[in-house]
């Protein structure tokens, strides 16, 4: 690995001193306009002075108070470079906190409203200059949760390899997508080698290509596991329940009466799947697209192949004369033609099924096992030869002969329903009680190993043509990646020779130790199996046992063969494979150069260091994985120009790590191909379709995670277990997805955003909902794998953000409400207010609400706002978190706070109106702080979509939104397609040359 080393740091390097070599000091911006006059003599004569005289005092360079120092302040030029601070600056003056009324030096209206004004003028002049600017968006790597999911999304595989990293900061915005905090550390760097080698250790090797388990797959057993896995879960899909047949079959046959639209078999089979089960539906799956009609009766999860229901369809309605199948027929034409009745016509169903697998059992006959004196039962060729036997009996009757009709009558019921569709586990052949439901695909040897194919049933009557084929791929892909032919004859030798009675154990058989190199070679091979044949002859061994061994040597020698020939004409599709990868990893095409030089480094590998071809496929996967081309994200500008779109390529990039928080897939990749995704028609196309996507999800984990403050939820500790035991590791991760599961609806559906503070709904598991006192039934879930939407939450004392308990509990410290942080999380999430840290002086409330003596928590509070230093941020935010005091510090509901106290949940807010409760809180916010709540959104949005922090050159972009926004009544979509269509989103800034 010390090659591999060498050429990673090399690359590193290189990349860092290009992106060092960027002189961003002369990016170029947009064209200056002339500062106007009026301006610029205003701030010399009247603002400058004013801002001397009455706000030096205590923001200079020595005080700082609230962190602030206004001497550097003494040009426009020096302003506009923090605008920032002098929005804030804005804010604080015009709510005549700065300098506050109690200060003698305070300023008078009419130099308030000189100053707010000339802010404003200054403000509107450079926002308007630089109207769609696009900024400079600084390189960064990959964030952590951007690099947890590009990996999954490369991979097919939720490796999640920064869990080691240390946690990404922060920009001024909140957000953790920025390069102004993702920068890049020598410590850093290490953990991104060992996060590349660590996803690198999950490559599987195919024949046409190459795949990640889930699981590290170096090891024998990984691939063993990995590969069963694979065709176990394969198996599990297909499963078939004759019950889910007999049952569609009499659905097809009173089709009219159902109202069904299908008029054959195949869309019956089709259609079957999407139906839910009926009931009262206020609270339904979250994951169901609709109500479905309530005559239509279904477990949700399973399929039906329409090849097979057409197979049960004849065999209940084609005339028999006798046998089994007339038996079954006689009790299906008993089911109800009532259409009320389903819930009955189900359990009836399952009846008729438990009768066809009491009919086919009786018609099996045991299959007598193989003997070959001195030879062991355990034999391999004798143990594969009866599973061949056992296997060719799953859709075979035989007969005695006697009655050739009745025969003929029960070898078409075998056929139709046979024994078993596919054998996942199997005991050992000796004793089946041993190892049965252990030992997956086994075929039931001891000691040695080696898997046995027995799902004919399956492949012949439930498959379809592409699904035929995707089975046999993964049978071909156990034999390859495992290398279990090999290995199975290896231990084959071992047990013949070394285990009573030692059949290969003569002198003869020398040649083939396990451990020899050439031992599964041709020549070998062929002498093993004349020998071995020829001892089986002299021991008088039955002409059925001759051909089993001759079966098994022919087989082995021809599943070896293919083995070392797949392996060798595999290695071009490897490399052809390795290639897409990068591309992939790139997220855009490769150069020449770059193709050459992956291809130069696999061949050094494995020419100079002498790496096999799999440990060599494993080293170039983690050098792509550390190449900057992956782990960062820059939009690298061509020098002496200003403003340029950006391509196709990054056009996409952009799009799917704002919707997304990963890479591009397939399509966007093929848009960017085309060269059409920039077409407003195809842009605002993806955006409807990702919003779509499962992948959403990153948007409402990375996003709304960031703006509302609970993405790290999971490590939250601060809750006192023994006083609140319910608080467990399953109520916090249900409280941690509530949020989102509501963003995501919001999103997808194209709600309103007031919903996010007004709305009536929410969603539950069964932790939850035990947890806000819904009596909500979950039958089929005990482990709140399931969610429901629940629309009359607000039933409850739930509904939107406000009352869900993920942020009441976080914003609580403990052993007592907080309404300080909870009422300072809704102005400063929700409404985007910037209150300053409090002063350090500042006394401590009481840790434990049991404990606070005669007084209650709103009454220590409002003595805590007569301190000079907390009234005023106070006045913002305590009467907004004292609506919350009707819940408890884990957002649970209460009428009486831990001290046995009545709940005080009324407060002056403000406007100067008192109000109670979350009724009143919501009635303020719709009344009075609508804009500040759309406003505040949308900023944080395009903050998060550009990846840096807002310029004046974006206030166009927020009005606009805003305007939109209120002409399509504030509808979530409506937003996203303002930002995917802004200047700032579609450019990218030049830069000029050193």
């Not at 979530?972 to 450019?987: G, K």
Request: include cysteine.
């Amino acid at each position: 690995m010390k090659t591999f080393r060498i050429v990673i740091t090399a690359t590193t390097i290189l990349f860092l001193a290009a992106l060092i070599g960027v002189n961003w000091k002369n990016v170029t911006a947009a064209p200056d306009s002339p500062l106007p006059d009026a301006l610029q003599t205003t701030f010399t004569n009247r603002i400058w002075p004013l801002v001397s005289e009455h706000c030096l005092s205590c923001h200079n360079s020595t005080t700082q108070e609230g962190k602030l120092s206004l001497s550097e302040f003494s040009t426009i030029s020096a302003i506009l470079k923090k605008h920032a601070v002098w929005e804030t600056i804005l804010e604080r003056v015009e709510a005549e906190e700065m300098p506050p009324q109690s200060d003698s030096n305070h300023l008078t209206q009419e130099e308030r409203s000189d100053l707010v004004n000339w802010i404003r003028d200054l403000r509107d002049f450079e926002a308007n200059r630089r109207a769609g600017d696009p900024g400079i968006v600084l390189a960064r790597r990959l964030s952590n949760a951007e690099y947890d999911h590009t990996i999954r999304d490369l991979t097919g595989v939720d490796i999640r390899p920064t869990r080691e990293f240390p946690v990404d900061p922060a920009n001024q915005a909140g957000f953790d997508n920025s390069g102004e905090s993702l920068t890049m550390s020598p410590a850093l760097v290490k953990k991104y080698l060992t996060a590349a080698r660590g996803v690198a250790d999950h490559l599987v090797l195919l024949p046409d290509g190459f795949v990640f388990a889930p699981d590290a797959a170096v090891a024998e057993t990984d691939r063993d596991k990995f590969c069963v896995q694979q065709i176990v879960r394969f198996y599990h899909r297909h499963e078939v329940d004759l019950a889910d047949y007999f049952f569609a079959c009499w659905q097809y046959e009173h089709r009219s009466e159902l109202g069904l639209t299908t008029s054959n078999l195949e869309d019956l089979a089709r259609d079957f799947n999407r139906v839910s089960d009926p009931g009262d539906q206020t609270a339904r799956p979250s994951h169901s697209p609709a109500d479905p009609p309530a005559h239509l009766s279904r477990t949700v999860g399973k399929r039906l192949s329409g090849k097979y229901l057409k197979i049960v369809w004849k065999a209940l309605t084609a005339p028999v004369a006798a046998g089994p199948l007339r038996q079954l027929q006689e009790e299906w034409k008993k089911l109800s033609n009532d259409v009320t009745q389903q819930a009955e016509v189900q359990v009836e169903c399952q009846r008729l099924r438990e009768l066809v697998v009491t009919l086919r059992k009786e018609l099996d006959r045991p299959v007598e096992k193989l003997h070959v004196k001195g030879n062991s039962d355990g034999s391999q060729p004798l143990i594969l030869w009866w599973n061949r036997q056992i296997a060719d009996r799953r859709m075979r009757y035989v007969g005695t002969g006697e009655n050739p009709h009745l025969d003929a009558a029960r070898q078409r019921f075998c056929e139709t329903f046979p024994n078993a569709f596919s054998i996942t586990s199997r005991g050992l052949y000796a004793d089946p009680n041993l190892g049965n439901d252990v030992r997956l695909l086994t075929a039931g040897f001891h000691l040695m190993q080696g898997y046995f194919r027995d799902d004919a049933p399956l492949y012949d009557l439930v498959l379809n043509e592409a699904e035929q084929t995707e089975l046999d791929s993964l049978w071909q892909n156990l034999n390859f990646v495992t290398l279990a032919p090999i290995r199975q004859y290896k231990d084959f030798l071992f047990f013949e020779r070394a285990e009573p009675p030692q059949f290969a154990g003569g002198p003869e058989f020398d040649f083939a130790r396990p451990e020899n190199k050439d031992v599964t070679s041709e020549p070998r091979l062929n002498q093993m199996r004349t020998l071995y044949l020829a001892k089986a002859r002299e021991n008088e061994a039955s002409p059925s046992a001759i051909e089993a061994i001759e079966h098994y040597f022919d087989s082995m020698i021809e599943d070896v063969r293919w083995i070392e020939e797949t392996q060798l004409s595999s290695r071009k599709r490897h490399l052809e494979a390795l290639i897409h990868f990068a591309e992939r990893a790139y997220r855009r095409p490769l150069t020449e150069h770059e193709r050459e030089e992956q291809l130069t480094f696999y061949h050094h590998l494995r020419h100079e260091d002498e790496l096999s071809h799999e440990d060599a496929m494993r080293d170039c996967v983690a050098s792509i994985l550390m190449s900057p081309h992956f782990c960062f994200r820059v939009d690298l500008a061509e020098p002496d120009q200003d403003i340029q779109p950006l391509n196709d390529f990054e056009l996409a990039n952009r799009l799917s790590y704002f919707l997304w928080s990963s890479m591009p897939d397939e399509e966007l990749f093929t848009h960017a191909r085309e060269q059409n995704l920039h077409e407003p028609a195809v842009l605002l196309g993806q955006v409807h379709r990702m919003l779509q996507d499962d992948s959403v999800h990153g948007l409402a984990t990375e996003f709304a995670g960031n703006w509302l403050g609970f993405n790290r939820f999971d490590e939250h500790n601060s809750v006192d277990r023994e006083r609140f035991p319910a608080f467990d590791a399953t109520l916090r991760q249900a409280m941690y997805e509530e949020p989102i599961r509501l963003f995501i609806d919001v999103a997808q559906q194209n709600r309103s955003l007031f919903d996010f503070l007004h709305s009536p709904d929410t969603f539950v598991n069964s932790v939850l909902a035990k947890h806000y006192g819904m009596p909500i039934e979950f039958p089929n879930d005990s482990s709140g794998q399931e969610w429901v939407h629940v629309p009359n939450a607000a039933d409850f004392g739930r509904g939107g953000l406000l009352p869900m308990s993920i942020f009441l509990t976080r914003n609580s410290p403990g052993l007592r409400t907080s309404p300080v942080k909870r009422g300072y999380w809704v102005v400063r999430n929700l409404l985007g207010e910037h209150i300053p840290p409090p002063p350090p002086e500042v006394p401590e409330l009481p840790k434990d609400e049991a404990q606070l003596g005669e007084l209650s928590l709103p009454q220590i509070l409002a003595r805590h706002r007569n301190h000079q230093a907390c009234s005023g941020c106070h006045q913002r935010f305590d009467s907004i978190g004292l609506a919350f005091e009707g819940f408890d510090p884990i957002g649970g509901r209460r009428d009486r706070d831990l001290g046995g106290r009545p709940i005080e949940a009324k407060g002056r807010y403000p406007d100067d109106v008192d109000r109670e409760g979350l009724d009143g809180l919501r009635t303020y916010l719709a009344e009075q702080r609508r804009d500040d709540f759309v406003n505040n959104f949308c900023r944080k949005l395009l903050t998060y979509a550009l990846g840096r922090s807002l310029l004046l050159s974006d206030q166009a972009t927020i009005k606009r939104m805003r305007q939109s926004l209120e002409a399509d009544d504030h509808r979530f979509v409506r937003a996203v397609e303002e930002i995917v269509t802004s200047p700032q989103f579609l450019h990218k800034r030049g830069r000029n040359p050193d």
